[in-house]
């Protein structure tokens, strides 16, 4: 695998079932943690600002970019279908795990990756030693709506329209909006909200079944996910110790990567019960 220097993390690319993935890995550290990133975003993105003072504190980190997501490959849909689901990416994740010769590791997920992470823990419970959720989606209210109404085309018009821009503005996805690849990704889960879904996938009702420590890391001032998140997770994940970040938003291992590292440092360095 030929890598690319991309400051603390390096790419490289991986295989799994056809499709082309690319892998931003740290390449050393004594504990590893696997990174996985929101939807509209990347692994580079998402964790090369966080990924220097967790190396410096003796972390690997490994941030794979999901399939459609940055460079890695997009696959190739059904006419009308999406191969899109919470156990899609699950299974294409821990191929990267098997790939980094990771074994077993602390799982960080972001949003829609944290989705991603708790399917993953349920799916493939030997790859995972603990938790890590950040501003993690599927727990609010708002977003059952979208298998309901997610499939409507009017919303990627509004996407795309000046209208969709304002909005994403007014929510703080200005920039996440702007992008045409963005918008396109929205359009490739328009069917795939379903099997995205925490309830409709069923994963919300296995939940129970997580026996792994859980570290929740909340910005306060998400203004794309209701405040009551972190209560919402604390119920459903009982085993979860919850850290508020201040200053910042939806991404706080973006906004505040020295708080988030240190945060992350004592949650893995706790023994496990």
């Given at each position: 695998?030929?890598?690319?220097?991309?400051?603390?993390?390096?790419?490289?690319?991986?295989?799994?079932?056809?499709?082309?993935?690319?892998?931003?890995?740290?390449?050393?550290?004594?504990?590893?943690?696997?990174?996985?990133h929101g939807f509209g975003s990347d692994g580079l993105s998402s964790?090369?600002?966080?990924?220097?003072?967790?190396?410096?504190?003796?972390?690997?980190?490994?941030a794979p970019d999901l399939p459609g997501f940055g460079l890695s490959?997009?696959?190739?849909?059904?006419?009308?279908?999406?191969?899109?689901?919470?156990?899609?990416?699950?299974?294409?994740?821990?191929?990267?795990?098997?790939?980094?010769?990771?074994?077993?590791?602390?799982?960080?997920?972001?949003?829609?990756?944290?989705?991603?992470?708790?399917?993953?823990?349920?799916?493939?419970?030997?790859?995972?030693?603990?938790?890590?959720?950040?501003?993690?989606?599927?727990?609010?209210?708002?977003?059952?709506?979208?298998?309901?109404?997610?499939?409507?085309?009017?919303?990627?018009?509004?996407?795309?329209?000046?209208?969709?821009?304002?909005?994403?503005?007014?929510v703080g996805l200005g920039a996440f909006l702007s992008s045409k690849?963005?918008?396109?990704?929205?359009?490739?889960?328009?069917?795939?909200?379903?099997?995205?879904?925490?309830?409709?996938?069923?994963?919300?009702?296995?939940?129970?079944?997580?026996?792994?420590?859980?570290?929740?890391?909340?910005?306060?001032?998400?203004?794309?996910?209701?405040?009551?998140?972190?209560?919402?997770?604390?119920?459903?994940?009982?085993?979860?110790?919850?850290?508020?970040?201040?200053?910042?938003?939806?991404?706080?291992?973006?906004?505040?990567?020295?708080?988030?590292?240190?945060?992350?440092?004592?949650?893995?360095?706790?023994?496990?019960?």
């Amino acid at each position: 695998m030929e890598s690319q220097p991309d400051g603390v993390l390096s790419t490289y690319r991986v295989d799994v079932d056809g499709l082309d993935i690319a892998v931003h890995d740290a390449g050393v550290g004594s504990q590893s943690i696997l990174a996985i990133h929101g939807f509209g975003s990347d692994g580079l993105s998402s964790y090369e600002t966080v990924a220097a003072p967790l190396r410096e504190a003796g972390f690997r980190i490994v941030a794979p970019d999901l399939p459609g997501f940055g460079l890695s490959r997009r696959p190739s849909p059904e006419l009308g279908m999406s191969p899109y689901s919470l156990s899609f990416f699950a299974k294409h994740v821990a191929a990267v795990v098997d790939a980094a010769n990771l074994s077993t590791c602390v799982v960080a997920g972001h949003s829609m990756g944290a989705k991603i992470a708790l399917t993953l823990a349920l799916d493939y419970p030997e790859k995972v030693e603990k938790l890590i959720l950040i501003n993690p989606g599927g727990f609010s209210g708002r977003e059952r709506l979208l298998p309901l109404f997610g499939h409507l085309g009017v919303w990627y018009k509004v996407l795309a329209s000046s209208r969709g821009r304002r909005l994403g503005r007014a929510v703080g996805l200005g920039a996440f909006l702007s992008s045409k690849r963005t918008i396109d990704q929205v359009r490739d889960f328009r069917h795939a909200h379903r099997a995205m879904d925490l309830r409709h996938s069923r994963t919300l009702a296995r939940l129970n079944e997580l026996r792994v420590p859980t570290l929740l890391l909340w910005g306060v001032n998400d203004r794309l996910l209701p405040r009551t998140v972190p209560g919402r997770v604390a119920r459903r994940l009982p085993q979860t110790a919850v850290h508020f970040v201040g200053s910042a938003g939806h991404a706080p291992m973006v906004a505040q990567p020295d708080v988030v590292a240190a945060a992350i440092k004592a949650f893995v360095s706790l023994p496990a019960a």
